[in-house]
């Protein structure tokens, strides 16, 4: 579980500290990289609450159970989603970030995707070492 735990916080922080780092040295504006990093980490915490609903095997390995094993995840990311589009759309200045745009919403979803495709690949090593040794 402790390896799980480091290999999340390193994925989440090093995905969202290297797209800002990137942003600004491609010369966006602060608060664009600000507001994109932002994004990121709050939306890389809803993978990994999908995603930890099974510590034992791949959320892939068997899709349906990972959708259905717990119903209550998806109301809070719900909830989530609501609270994070709110903040960002009506009342952005609370947090010192802008109002996303089209461009800014895709380097938050590929940020997000890669995250995923980390801890989901973790999650099959991991499966397949144990699945391995038995």
Known sequence: QIGKITWISLVNALVTLTLFAYLLKKGVAYEVALT??????????????????????????????????????WIGLALGIALQGSVLYFV???L???????WMLGYILIATLLTFILIESYQWAIWLLKKRSH
């Open 36 to 73: 994109i990093s932002f994004c990121t980490i709050v939306t890389s915490q809803w993978v990994n609450a999908v995603l930890a609903q099974k510590s034992e095997e791949p959320f892939f390995l068997n899709i349906k159970k990972s959708l259905t094993i717990n119903p209550y995840v």
């Open 96 to 102: 010192h970030v802008i109002t996303p745009t089209p």
């Open 92 to 94: 952005p200045n609370w």
